[in-house]
């Protein structure tokens, strides 16, 4: 059997994740036979693209039968996934979960495949494989090169993060907004981002913790532990700015020895993950990078307020690498290396 004959099935087909993993099984020559589109049972009745002349049906979750999936992809919040992951996993399927219900359980490999491959042999405890939060899934890409030729102590970072990253609602809440400012015609409080969005950043993403951070702050900093080293230090500030689609991070850290800037960039070069900028006034913004499947490196400098600090600029596409891509090529690599996982 070939990965083309494996049986899939997406959950939250509907959305724009789940939209983007469709859109990457069909490039990748998957029959339309062999995959579901499964979504809430208020899309029943609705189909979906499937590659460019396709569709599926969608498919009510609520009472799906995973029993001849042989990987699920789950796009959908935390929710949702506490409450189906374990039914499909039961029933057989290997999951790939997109939500951050499973990314600190310690018997889920939480995996970006041009990090940490090899953590994929640990899902055989639950069958589930977690996917990492967009924003981790760019900056340990980035860091990785580095790290495994200079140990990486502490990480300050700021991302910028696209409103994609709440959902296909949220595009639309920028956009109408956006509109209503250039018309100069009446707002309607959006509940989505708490204040208005549009000609706006908004230092806040998921709720805020007791020590004042949000969620997906803390998100970044244990996932970022998880992957690439517990004993590396994290501060974190995520900002929701007025992007459609692509995340940016700007991220300086600190290095244990000393270095020459050519070999980080060297580095950085040898990641089939990455592009990095050829000069140093080069750089990559979120509008060029759109449909992209790299991570993009630039403004690669020495920070010089502290010991062997280096400062990096990442952009990425956070629907595609940030999500479906990171996802799909979870499964292709358990396909290759761990075969044993999926129930053939």
Known sequence: MTFKNLTFTVVG?????????????????????NVKAVASKRSLGASVSYGDHAELAIKPLEHFDFSSTHIAFFAVGSDVSAEYVLRAVQQGALVIDKSSYFRMDVDVPLIVP??????????????????????TIQLVAALKPIYDINPIRRIVLSTYQAVSGAGSNAMDIL????????MNQPSTPNTTFQKPIAFNVIPKIDVFMDDGSTKEEWKMIEETKKILSPDIRVAATCVRVPVFVGHSISATFELTHAFDLKDIIKALKTSKALKV??????????????????????RI??????ENGVSLWIVADNLRKGAALNAVQIAEQTYKHHRHLIHL
Request: a negative charge; hydrophobic letters at 35%; glycine letters at 6%.
């Open 301 to 306: 400098r020495r920070d010089v307020s502290t």
């Open 175 to 182: 956009y109408n907004e956006t509109k209503t400012v250039l």
């Open 13 to 33: 087909a509907t959305g724009a994740v789940g939209n983007a993993v469709l859109s990457l099984l069909a490039d990748r020559g998957i029959p339309k036979e």
């Open 277 to 298: 900028a050829g000069a140093t006034d080069q750089f990559h913004t979120p509008s060029e990078v759109a449909q992209e499947d790299y991570i993009f490196v630039s």
């Open 114 to 135: 041009e990090v940490n491959p090899d953590a994929i042999a640990h899902a055989s405890k639950r069958r589930i494989i977690a996917n990492p939060n967009c924003s």
